[in-house]
């Protein structure tokens, strides 16, 4: 039997509890190597990462060959997104009681076996099913990696780690779009799917032979049944809300019911919580204003970040008319950056704290996003990618600094609700990005169109005209019919960019203000008081 050690770490950060860490102790070779050990949970973090953007790419495809319609492709990329937001903390909470390595062993699994089916599935509601499958098995792997290199990295290295963490989750969300477009050009939608399978196999066999179970001394014994289905109720009517209001309408009672019940959810949870023994989330996680402060900058990071990255898509592909691949060629050096600056952020943080690394990020940002909004139709690519650059510039040591603020000012034993957490906001941003940004698109297209549709001399439009132009627009499409002679054509498509650029402009300042209000936020944060209760040992 494998001997047991017991660390025992005391930090006053996050409600200041004990973290005693127990588990075998690192035996000689791979298994425990805290390098290894990042790169096996990399392999793993790299497919739902992926996923978020890869699967944008190949929608249109699956839509042709499925005879799908536009809300059933909006349910492949909804239910996803839906299921991994709402099961993150819970699935976090699974790996604190049963062991990390188990759980992200069972997420990989199920995320690639749910892959492989969506790629055999030949209808949507399959395809939709799956998705949802995906969304929870990723649930289950995203916290159990944060939780693994918490418990294995010393506090000296911890933050060079998360840095690489976050550079592969970066690369991948930003890089989604490139390998998706390369491999639904020159192979098939499906390909999408069933390439996490061989990468899903790789990463549980690094896992079987690398990982190391860890579980600290007190983590929790039971299961805050009450506390799990009001956090999971709250959270899906708010993600809801997010997916829906652009659709139904911001002053819609039904977008007003599905938020006022997720704020009535979420104050519900937060009192039961100071009731229960083993809460879900004890709320003394929230005393520590530096863990508050690091979960509000990864909510308003992935604001900029998500809300950004959607409409320069379109921008580039709808406005420039380059074909997906190109577009994705475009934004390598956003993804760059990330790559470059992640590991470097991480070096920084250890040196002088997150404090200055994050509103310095927070402040690239915001220009990046104020560069964006001066993006016009003729723009060159050295500009563009001047801004692309900046922006992950901007977001790399925030990525890795609100991730070490989070899960550092966390107990030990809560790593993995604190790596939930920091997931679950990313995700809220993400969809708040979309949500608001889109909505102040869609505004500003709706209040330009026809006055400048009239200045450009073109035939008058009746409402619902207008409103299936005002709809296209708001994506960069012209609303050319067919047969439309070309120099008419060409009017009314200068027309479009124009117009659709101005909501892309406003959107763009938006974000601007937000990643600026980001920076003061970033003041209130300090280095992880608990950072030291995981700290690994050997093989450094």
């Known amino acids: 039997m494998t001997s047991q050690t017991t660390i025992d770490k005391t930090g006053s950060g996050g409600g200041g509890a004990s973290s005693g860490l127990s588990g075998p102790a690192p035996a000689s070779g791979?298994?425990?190597?805290?390098?290894?050990?990042?790169?096996?949970?990399?392999?793993?973090?790299m497919m739902v990462a992926l996923d978020g953007t890869i699967v944008a790419i190949a929608n249109p495809a699956i839509q042709s060959d499925l005879k799908a319609s536009f809300a059933d492709v909006q349910w492949i990329t909804n239910a996803y997104f839906l299921a991994l937001a709402v099961s993150l903390i819970t699935a976090g909470k699974l790996g604190d009681r049963f062991g990390h390595r188990?759980?992200?062993?069972?997420?990989?699994?199920?995320?690639?076996?749910?892959?492989?089916?969506?790629?055999?599935?030949?209808?949507?509601?399959?395809?939709?099913?799956?998705?949802?499958?995906?969304?929870?098995?990723?649930?289950?792997?995203?916290?159990?990696?944060?939780?693994?290199?918490?418990?294995?990295?010393?506090?000296?290295?911890l933050n060079m780690a998360i840095g690489i963490w976050g550079m592969v989750i970066g690369a991948s969300t930003a890089g989604g779009p490139i390998l998706g477009g390369v491999l639904v050009e020159h192979v098939n939608w499906q390909s999408v799917f069933f390439i996490n399978v061989p990468v899903g196999i790789l990463a549980v066999v690094l896992g079987v032979m690398i990982l190391l179970d860890h579980r600290a001394e007190n983590a929790p014994r039971s299961f805050d049944i009450l506390g799990i289905a009001l956090l999971s109720t709250a959270m899906f009517c708010l993600v809801w809300a997010l997916i829906r209001a652009p659709e139904w309408?911001?002053?819609?009672?039904?977008?007003?019911?599905?938020?006022?019940?997720?704020?009535?959810?979420?104050?519900?949870?937060?009192?039961?919580?100071?009731?229960?023994?083993?809460?879900?989330?004890?709320?003394?996680?929230?005393?520590?204003?530096?863990?508050?402060?690091?979960?509000?900058?990864?909510?308003?990071?992935?604001?900029?970040?998500?809300?950004?990255?959607?409409?320069?898509?379109?921008?580039?592909?709808?406005?420039?008319?380059?074909?997906?691949?190109?577009?994705?060629?475009?934004?390598?050096?956003?993804?760059?950056?990330?790559?470059?600056?992640?590991?470097?952020?991480?070096?920084?943080?250890?040196?002088?704290?997150?404090?200055?690394?994050?509103?310095?990020?927070?402040?690239?940002?915001?220009?990046?996003?104020?560069?964006?909004?001066?993006?016009?139709?003729?723009?060159?690519?050295?500009?563009?990618s001047l801004w692309f650059a900046l922006l992950g510039l901007g977001l790399a040591p925030v990525m890795v600094g609100a991730t070490e603020v989070i899960v550092g000012n966390a107990p030990m034993e809560l790593s993995g609700v604190a790596g939930g957490l920091q997931q679950a906001a990313m995700q809220i941003g993400g969809s708040l990005g979309t949500a608001v940004l889109g909505a102040v698109m869609a505004s500003k297209v709706d209040s330009d169109l026809a006055g400048n549709w009239a200045d450009a001399g073109l035939p008058e439009l009746k409402p619902e005209q207008l409103a299936q132009a005002s709809e296209a627009v708001q994506v960069g499409v012209p609303p050319v019919t067919e047969g439309m002679p070309e120099p008419l054509a060409a009017k009314v498509t200068e027309v479009a960019h124009d117009t659709f650029l101005s909501g892309m402009s406003l959107a763009s300042l938006v974000a601007a203000g937000v990643a600026a209000v980001a920076v003061l936020v970033a003041l209130l944060t300090k280095r992880g008081e608990n950072a030291e209760a995981g700290a690994g040992v050997g093989h450094i």
């Open 102 to 157: 188990q759980t992200f062993l069972i997420g990989v699994v199920g995320f690639a076996a749910a892959s492989g089916a969506i790629g055999l599935s030949d209808t949507i509601p399959l395809v939709v099913v799956f998705r949802v499958l995906q969304g929870l098995f990723g649930a289950l792997l995203m916290p159990a990696a944060l939780g693994l290199l918490r418990a294995t990295f010393p506090a000296e290295k």
């Open 249 to 384: 309408g911001w002053g819609d009672g039904m977008t007003w019911l599905f938020l006022a019940v997720a704020v009535a959810g979420f104050g519900l949870f937060a009192f039961w919580e100071t009731r229960v023994g083993e809460p879900l989330i004890p709320m003394a996680l929230f005393r520590s204003v530096p863990l508050s402060a690091g979960v509000v900058l990864m909510v308003m990071m992935a604001i900029a970040f998500m809300g950004g990255l959607f409409f320069v898509t379109f921008y580039l592909q709808n406005v420039h008319g380059m074909s997906p691949v190109d577009a994705g060629l475009h934004l390598l050096p956003l993804t760059g950056m990330m790559i470059v600056g992640s590991p470097l952020a991480g070096a920084m943080i250890t040196k002088v704290g997150p404090r200055i690394p994050l509103a310095g990020g927070m402040a690239f940002t915001a220009l990046a996003m104020y560069g964006m909004s001066t993006l016009e139709t003729g723009t060159g690519s050295g500009l563009m």
């Open 30 to 45: 791979l298994r425990g190597h805290p390098w290894l050990t990042l790169f096996t949970v990399a392999v793993g973090v």
